[in-house]
C-alpha cells in the first residue's frame, strides 16, 4: 500500500491509502485556520509517491512547494506531536503556469474546445442568448470549422448577422439583439484579459501529467491571484474545462494503487456559483464518473456547505479545520458540518470544530471496504517544502528550467474562422464586382443557390489548416471529443 500521512496526535496517526486518492476530498474551514497549508502537504504527499498533481494558488502561498523548508521550532515540535520519522526538508518539482503569461507559461484553449455550455456561462448569458451562441457553434461544427479565438467567434457572429434571413430556415431565428448582446458581453470578458485565454496553441493535457526523473509527481502550479479577483468566473470555467477534458479523454483505469492525477480546486464555491442546473448536474455526474480515470478531486472552500450535496456525499476524505460560530446562521452551519462526519464517541464534533487550532483538523477516511472512518482530530503534518510564496527571483529561474519552456510562450494565430469569413466576404465583393461585369454570369450563380453549410463547408475544406475536416462531436461539459489534438 503507497501511504499518504495526513497527520496525527498522541500514537494516533491518520495515514490514508493512496489507492483512495480517485475517492474525492474536501479541505474547509474559516479563513487562516490551515486550509492552504494542508493543500500543500497533501500534494506534496501524492507527488513524492509518483502522482502529478494540479493546484491552483489563490493567494500566491502556495508556490514555496517547489523549494525545502526551512524548519522552525514550532515544525519540530508538530513533528513530535504527530511522531513523524524522517522528516526531509525539500522541494517538489513544480512548473508554473499563469493564464496572463507574467507569472507562468501560458494556459490556453480555443473556443471550439471549450464549447457553447461553458462558454455561455462564462459570458453569463441568458436562455435565449445561449440558444444563438449553441446556433454558432452547431453552424460551425456541422462544417468542421474551428473557433480557435475570441475573434473568431466575433467573426462568426456577425457573420451570422449579416445572414440571418439566409440562416432562418435551417437553423432558425437568430435575433439580433441577442447577437448584440453576446458581443458585448465578449467586451467584458476581453477587458477581463480573458483573450489570451483563448486561443492556440493549446494546453496539451499531457503536460499537467507528468512525472520528473525520479518518479515523483509534477505540481502544475496555476497562478490565480489575480484571475480570481478580476475575473472569478473565468477561474471557475478554466477548472470546469480541465476537468471535463480529463474525464472525455483519459482511459478508464482498473483498481490502481494511486491516482493518475488529483486536481485541487481552491475557492470551489466558485465553480457553483450562479451555475445553472443543467450546468451543476453535468459537474456532479462527471466528478461521479472521473474516478474510474484515477482522477481525484480535492476541493478546498470555507464551509463545505458550499459544494452541492450530490458530491460532498461522494468525498472519501474530509478534512474540517475550525469554523466559527458568532451567529444562529452559524451555529446552524458547525451543526450540518458535525453530522456530515462518521461518530466518534470519543469526541464532540460540534464543539471541537470551534475549539481546533491552525493546523488541527477533524478528519475522517475512507476504510477499506469504501464505507468512512470514524472522525479524528489530529494535527495536519507541516509540509516539507517551504511554507508562503518563492521570492520574483525563485520565480524565474523555475520557469527558466522548467520542461515546457518555449512551449507555450508565443501565440500562433493560424487560420481558422475569423481568416475564414474575412477571406469570404471579400471573395464576395470580388464576385459582386465581377457580376457588374459580366450578367449573365452572375444569374447562373444565383441560379443554384447553395445552402449556407455547403457554402462555409467549401470555404472551411479550402483553408484545411484550420478545420477537423468532420463533424466536430461535443461530450458532456461540451468540449471536444476524439483526439482532435
Ligand atoms: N499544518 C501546519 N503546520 C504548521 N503551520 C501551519 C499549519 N497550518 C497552518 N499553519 C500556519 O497558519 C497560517 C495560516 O494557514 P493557511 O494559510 O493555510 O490558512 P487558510 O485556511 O488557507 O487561510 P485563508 O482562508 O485565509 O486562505 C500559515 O501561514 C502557517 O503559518
Ligand atoms: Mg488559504
Known amino acids: 500500500m503507497q501511504e499518504i500521512l495526513i497527520g496525527g496526535q498522541k500514537g494516533t496517526q491518520v495515514i490514508m491509502d493512496a489507492a483512495m486518492g480517485n475517492r474525492h476530498g474536501m479541505i474547509s474551514g474559516a479563513t487562516g485556520t490551515g486550509k492552504t497549508v494542508t493543500l500543500q502537504t497533501m500534494a506534496e504527499a501524492f507527488s513524492k509517491i509518483g502522482v502529478p498533481v494540479f493546484l491552483a494558488d489563490i493567494k500566491g502561498d502556495l508556490s514555496g512547494i517547489a523549494l525545502a523548508a526551512q524548519p522552525n521550532d514550532k515544525v519540530n515540535e508538530r513533528i513530535q506531536q504527530i511522531g513523524i520519522t524522517g522528516f526531509q526538508p525539500r522541494g517538489n518539482p513544480s512548473v508554473f503556469w499563469d493564464i496572463f503569461a507574467k507569472t507562468g507559461h501560458p494556459v490556453r484553449t480555443t473556443i471550439s474546445d471549450m464549447g457553447p455550455l461553458l462558454l455561455g456561462n462564462l459570458l453569463e448569458l441568458n436562455d435565449t442568448q445561449s440558444g444563438v451562441l449553441y446556433t454558432c457553434f452547431k453552424i460551425a461544427d456541422d462544417n468542421g470549422m474551428l473557433l480557435l479565438d475570441l475573434k473568431d467567434l466575433r467573426a462568426m457572429l456577425t457573420w451570422m448577422g449579416d445572414n440571418a434571413k439566409e440562416l432562418q430556415a435551417e437553423y432558425g431565428n437568430v435575433a439580433s439583439a441577442s447577437l448584440g448582446a453576446i458581443q458585448r458581453q465578449l467586451l467584458v470578458l476581453e477587458e477581463q484579459g480573458a483573450d489570451q485565454f483563448f486561443g492556440e496553441p493549446a494546453l496539451k493535457l499531457a503536460d499537467f501529467c507528468k512525472t520528473d526523473f525520479s518518479g515523483n509527481g509534477v505540481i502544475s502550479v496555476l497562478d490565480a491571484t489575480v484571475l480570481t479577483t478580476k475575473s472569478p468566473k473565468l477561474y471557475a470555467t478554466f477548472l470546469l474545462w480541465l476537468l471535463s477534458e480529463l474525464f472525455e479523454n483519459l482511459p478508464e483505469v482498473g483498481n490502481a494503487d494511486r491516482p493518475k492525477l488529483v486536481l485541487f480546486f481552491d475557492e470551489a464555491h466558485l465553480l457553483f456559483d450562479q451555475a445553472p442546473k443543467a450546468l451543476t448536474d453535468k459537474i456532479e455526474q462527471i466528478v461521479r464518473l472521473i474516478r474510474s480515470k484515477g482522477v481525484g478531486v480535492y476541493f478546498i472552500s470555507q464551509s463545505p456547505l458550499d459544494i452541492p450535496e450530490d458530491i460532498l456525499g461522494q468525498l472519501g476524505l474530509k478534512i474540517q479545520h475550525a469554523l466559527r460560530a458568532f451567529t444562529p446562521k452559524d451555529q446552524q452551519v458547525v451543526k450540518s458540518v458535525a453530522e456530515n462526519f462518521r461518530n466518534n464517541p470519543a469526541i464532540n464534533t460540534v464543539e471541537a ?29 507541516p509540509p516539507e517544502s ?26 500562433v494565430d493560424r487560420e481558422s474562422a475569423y481568416e475564414m469569413l474575412k477571406n469570404k466576404a471579400l471573395h464576395e465583393a470580388n464576385e459582386q464586382e465581377a457580376e457588374r461585369d459580366d450578367k449573365p454570369k452572375a444569374s447562373r450563380s444565383s441560379q443554384n443557390r447553395q445552402s449556407v453549410s455547403e457554402v462555409l463547408l467549401k470555404s472551411a475544406a479550402r483553408t484545411l489548416g484550420s478545420t477537423v475536416g468532420r463533424q466536430i462531436i461535443r461530450g458532456l461539459l461540451g468540449s471536444l471529443l476524439g483526439g482532435r489534438r
Open 353 to 381: 470544530i470551534q475549539e481546533l487550532k491552525t493546523g488541527e483538523a477533524l478528519v475522517s477516511i475512507l476504510n477499506k471496504d469504501g464505507s468512512p472512518t470514524p472522525v479524528e482530530r489530529i494535527f495536519i503534518r
Open 386 to 411: 517551504q511554507l508562503g510564496p518563492v521570492s520574483t527571483q525563485q520565480r524565474e529561474e523555475i520557469i527558466g528550467r522548467s520542461p515546457f519552456k518555449g512551449q507555450y510562450e508565443q501565440v
